[in-house]
């Protein structure tokens, strides 16, 4: 190869590895419109969550199996895990079921947590505007379904 096409294809190389730079640089920016980012998180937060109480409670379940396989049958060891994960069964019943009963009143999207360690109960719904009326109507539904003192039922409306 003589001297002039190695000159001829290196510069070639060049050009395409700038024009590369370039089409990585124009595509892969970001619009900086911080209204679109509060939207898609918005938009994304109650299945980020639920995908993520989902996991944890596997996980939770899981370490509860292991210490119940393990531990001598009749042992305070064993019947502290299973206690434990009866509670956990349950109050993750109890999320759902409220989850549902709100929804069916005509709530877009909520996400319900019960404390594990404490009687605490939140409530966070997807709604632009939450008036009174609808918040005695959930804390009702909390209310008939499970013992709740008023002062621990936090309802929180996301828009």
């Known amino acids: 190869m003589t001297k002039k096409k190695k000159i001829i294809i290196l510069s070639c190389m060049i050009a395409l590895l700038g024009?590369?730079?370039?089409?990585?640089?124009?595509?892969?920016?970001?619009?900086?419109?911080?209204?679109?980012?509060?939207?898609?998180?918005?938009?994304?937060?109650?299945t980020q969550y639920r995908s993520e109480r989902v996991t944890n409670r596997n996980e939770e379940l899981l370490q509860l199996d292991s210490v119940?396989?393990?531990?001598?049958?009749?042992?305070?060891?064993?019947?502290?895990?299973?206690?434990?994960?009866v509670e956990l069964v349950e109050m993750t019943e109890k999320?759902?079921?409220?989850?549902?009963?709100?929804?069916a009143c005509g709530f877009e999207d909520v996400?319900?947590?019960?404390?594990?360690?404490?009687?605490?109960?939140n409530v966070i719904t997807k709604s632009a505007d939450l008036t009174t009326d609808d918040a005695i109507m959930i804390y009702t539904i909390i209310e008939e379904e499970m013992v709740a003192s008023p002062?621990?039922?936090?309802?929180?409306p996301i828009s």
């Open 111 to 121: 996400v319900v947590v019960i404390g594990l360690e404490s009687d605490s109960v």
């Open 19 to 46: 024009v590369t730079a370039i089409f990585n640089f124009v595509l892969t920016a970001t619009p900086t419109n911080n209204n679109a980012g509060a939207v898609v998180t918005t938009a994304n937060y109650f």
């Open 68 to 85: 119940i396989a393990s531990a001598e049958q009749g042992s305070a060891e064993h019947s502290e895990a299973l206690t434990m994960k």
């Open 151 to 156: 002062e621990n039922v936090k309802i929180i």
């Open 95 to 103: 999320e759902m079921l409220l989850e549902s009963l709100i929804k």
